[in-house]
């Protein structure tokens, strides 16, 4: 008797979960309902654009009017365009200049903050504030520093130091225009790469660099036999990164120049919205952006064998 | 600096060898270590200062250097900080743009938590491409997508409302928090959601009352490189917005404060530190979480 009264007392312990609960055991169900508002966020508002947008390339469409498809009539129209030209070599000397001097400057930081430091975790903090504020925000302030008229290099060259009898004209004409970009946009890259390069430094295992003090190497030895090619697969990863972001970039040069003076500073991006927004020609800025995706692709493979030779270099095999 | 470089080699001839080593090596650390890195401080934190000082100069030291130095402030001035908040939108933009960055990081913390933990823990087949489709989303640059994305607004009745620019942010930031966070999961045991199964929790159970709780510290990072992300946004903003109450710091500063040919300098620089500042206070709370993130990301 006691033993039928106690059994279903026991089955009851455990509560039999709702419907609902059930469904969502069943994997793919669930696996299906927690990637669908990621997913269905990219592919709206990610994928499908990226789609639409090499589509635009090769119609007419303007602000307010569905264009027509004219092929490669937009393409042929940039081929000829000096502007566009201008835009691309523009976009490739920014790119190539700002990355080598981020990386250069950059390594360096990530070289002297690997040091035994007092402070440290206050410098790292100072040191990305020019990565954290907003873009446009921090390039008005060298808009007001490169100020043909009050700026503070020029005070500093002329008055100061008296190297200079003239104050210098930062954006007036088109080189120094461009340098002067270059400039603002090394020291918004700075701390980005010194910080990621300095989480590179620090894996690196001591032992490498006592077994090569001993073998009496001196300190650019050290630097090229070890530190360089411990580095090179985040080297790899963040020279990517950071050559995407550069030569897309808009921010900076939209806010200190908007592409001139006499259109001489347009990046792709930049001349992209100018003639896309403003300009209203939809069509004609949408193959400028997708003129950008065959360098992105060069890139992202870049990166790729970057990744490769990591695994390489690790002794894994591919996951 | 040209006095630390010779004093060595004068000491190199003393005859207190010991002595004269370490002066060597202290002397050495100072030029090749100190001095840059001072340089490197100055140069990134110069920009700051001088936005910093030049929001509460008087407009008579702004354009005068000859009088008064201009590294310094003579009488210090709340003028042009008043102009901004009284004679400006300018609080109603910060409004906006908190609103923005704060809807779109809980949106996109919702999404990539449920994607990371789907990619991460559930272990579908396939889930490391769709990991890795999800990672190459990062590298498409918004700049490519502005213009279809205008038409797609357009169309959808979007136009210049915050709601788009809530609905496009997490194009940018999913792909970033998905990354991070599946990263932070790979770190949690997964013994813990083992024994849950064994003791008869389910999926979600396991998820809100295991996983999420010792996935707090990933979740803020994720949820402040969001904010910071979308605070800082500029070009969906500049495309997609119209009317002037509803712009973004940003975007509002450069096209509403920068009016005729005399540029006013002193409210440009304070609207710009005052849209600097919530990014920076923020960050400066988290900014272990916030490196170390950044690094392990990177690191990935």
């Known amino acids: ?87 691309v070599f523009y976009s490739v000397f920014y790119t190539g200049v700002a990355t ?65 009898t003239t104050n ?37 295992s001591p032992s490498l660099y006592e077994a090569a003090l001993l073998d009496g190497s001196t300190g650019w030895q050290r630097f090229r036999y070890i530190t360089f090619p411990m580095l090179l697969p985040i080297l790899a990863i963040v020279m990517t990164f950071s050559i995407i972001f550069t030569f897309t970039d808009f921010q900076l040069v939209y806010a200190i120049t908007r592409g001139g003076p006499v259109n001489s500073t347009h990046l792709l991006a930049t001349l992209a919205f100018q003639r896309g927004i403003p300009g209203g020609q939809l069509g004609e800025g949408a193959a400028i952006a997708v003129s950008m995706i065959p360098f992105l692709v060069f890139a992202t493979l870049f990166s790729y064998f970057g990744l490769a030779r990591r695994k390489w270099q690790q002794g894994e095999g591919n996951d | ?83 901004l908040l009284f004679n400006t939108a300018y609080p109603k933009w910060l409004l906006t743009t908190m609103t923005i960055a704060v809807c779109s990081t ?74 991070l966070l599946i990263g932070y999961f790979k770190s949690i045991p997964y013994e813990l959601e083992e024994c849950a199964l064994i003791d008869g929790a389910t999926r979600l159970q396991i998820l809100r009352q295991i996983t999420l709780p010792l996935a707090v510290p990933g979740l803020i990072s994720a949820g402040i490189f969001s904010f910071t992300l979308s605070w800082n946004e500029f070009i969906y903003s500049l495309a997609f917005i119209q009317s002037s109450e509803k712009k973004t710091v940003p975007v509002a500063i450069l096209t509403e404060l920068v009016s005729g040919d005399v540029y006013q300098w002193g409210a440009l620089m304070a609207g710009s530190l005052l849209g600097s500042l919530p990014v920076a206070i923020f960050y400066s709370f988290f900014v272990d979480y916030y490196v170390s993130s950044l690094t392990g990301a990177v690191k990935e």
Not at chain 2, 47 to 70: G, H, Q, V
Not at chain 2, 111 to 129: C, D, E, M
Request: charged share 10%.
């Open chain 1, 100 to 164: 080598f001097g981020k990386f250069a400057l950059g390594l360096w930081l990530a070289l002297l903050l690997n040091n035994n430091l007092p402070l440290k975790s206050l410098l790292r903090a100072i040191i990305l504030l020019p990565w954290i504020v907003p873009t446009v925000l921090s390039a008005i302030a060298f808009w007001w520093i490169y100020d043909p008229q009050f700026s503070i290099i020029s005070y500093l060259a002329v008055d100061v130091l008296g190297v200079r």
């Open chain 2, 1 to 83: 600096m040209t006095d630390a470089a010779a004093l060595p080699q004068q000491t190199n001839a003393s005859t207190a060898q010991a002595e004269t080593m370490a002066w060597d090596s202290r002397a050495r650390r100072t030029v090749t270590l100190y001095v840059p890195l001072a340089c490197f401080v100055l140069i990134l934190l110069f920009p700051f200062y001088w936005m910093t000082i030049t929001a509460f100069k008087p407009n008579a030291e702004l354009f005068d250097y000859k009088t008064y130095n201009p590294f310094w402030i003579g009488s210090p001035t709340l003028d042009h900080i008043k102009h």
């Open chain 1, 1 to 87: 008797m006691s033993a039928t009264t106690t059994a279903p007392a026991w089955n009851r312990v455990r509560q039999e979960p709702g419907w609902l609960a059930r469904v969502f055991e069943i994997k793919i169900v669930l696996v299906l309902a927690c990637l669908f508002p990621a997913v269905a966020l990219l592919m709206t508002f990610l994928t499908y654009p990226l789609g639409l947008g090499i589509f635009l390339a090769f119609t007419d469409t303007t602000i307010g009017r569905s264009g027509q498809w004219v092929g490669l009539e937009n393409f042929e129209y940039l081929l000829e365009d000096p502007l566009w030209w201008n835009a």
């Open chain 1, 168 to 204: 210098i004209d930062f954006l007036g004409s088109a080189w120094p225009a461009r340098w002067s970009l270059i400039a603002a946009n090394i020291w918004r890259g700075i701390p980005f790469v010194a910080i990621s390069l300095l989480a590179g430094l620090q894996t690196i």
């Open chain 2, 106 to 179: 809980f949106l996109s913390l919702f999404a990539s938590t449920l994607a990371a933990y789907a990619i991460q823990r559930l272990r579908f087949k396939g889930s490391q491409y769709v990991g890795l489709a999800i990672y190459l989303a990062y590298l498409v640059p918004p700049s490519i997508l502005f213009i279809p994305l205008a038409t797609m607004v357009y169309q959808l009745g979007l136009f210049d409302s915050p709601l788009a620019l809530i609905l496009v942010y997490p194009t940018f930031l999913v792909p970033f928090c998905t990354w």
